[in-house]
């Protein structure tokens, strides 16, 4: 609209009007900056260069005033505000302008910022309702055989690239929620440092994901545990540290559960965790907790992208954890 105000055409040229195209030099600059901003600009620049309006004259004398409307110009590529219209003079005198100077500009710069303010709104709602990311965390058996799995989710049905991957190895669902000493949860040890096994942590892995992907991942995780008649994967590790756990915002009480619920199918048990809970060998339970009261602890980065005891993996899913600590995604913990 502002570009088509600007190419805007006087009565003395009504004979030839031109459509309004913005070149696509123009149409390239402006993509690299957010829609709202980019509409805000061309109507500023359309105000600036709005030339004078033309001064129609009688037909004694000077260009011929305009005898009726023109026909529009139109094209193969049509753009918003195409015209080739001709404003009738406002007065019979001669000289006397076909509209007031300001009146242009100000509809060229209200349209401008009409434009832009809902175009701002719009991507705003966008944002809000489709690709929101949601804090999830998985346990079932040893983190290792998860964290892989969980990044190749990511690699296949996300695909995101490696700078741009999440999943992490860590603790959660702790009675305490807390760290121990120092700031840290630690794996078993012989120094004295904050055991996670007796602090009620269980294995886990986080990862970030969108929200319309939920289901897909909840899918993943309980046909894992439904491959298996031991009811969770790793039979050999036993004790609490290794039992099923998912967490997520609000827990059982998120309106994600609808998702969860969908992806079980009623295959496992869902249990409310309350923190240091049992193991869920032979059980057929999983143990969900929210994950605003049970959060995440990241693990040792000797356990992060580390081979699964009964699995070799491939160097470059090792390489992520030098390049995870490169671009702060994994720190260093207090742990032996």
Known sequence: LARAAADGHSCAQCAHPQPAIVPRAEMRLLRRFPPPVAAIAVAVAAVLALPAPAAAVSSTGGPPRCAQPPTLVTSARPPFGAHG???QPTSSKVGSPTWP?????????????????????????????????????????????????????ETQLLRRPASRLTAVAGYAGSPGATAGAGGGVCYHNREGAPDYGKMGFAEAVSVSVPEEKVKDFMQYYFDAAAKTPFGRNDPQD???????????????RSPLVADMEAANAGRLKLLDGVGGDADT?????????????????????YHQFHDDMLAQYREDYHQLKARFEK??????????
């Open 101 to 153: 100077a300001w009146t242009g500009r100000g509809i060229c710069l209200a349209l401008g910022l009409l434009v832009g303010a809902a175009t701002a709104i719009c991507s705003l709602h966008g944002a809000r309702a489709v690709g929101e990311n949601i804090p999830l965390y998985f346990g079932q058996g040893c983190f290792w055989h998860v964290q892989h799995d969980l990044v190749r989710l």
């Open 281 to 301: 060998l032979m059980r057929g339970e999983v143990y969900v907790y929210d994950s605003a009261k049970f959060p995440f602890f990241q693990a040792e980065l």
């Open 85 to 87: 219209a001709c404003l």
């Open 327 to 336: 671009i702060g995604k994994l720190e260093p913990v207090a742990c032996p």
């Open 238 to 252: 036993l004790g609490s540290e290794y039992r099923s756990v998912i967490g997520l915002p609000g827990g059982l």
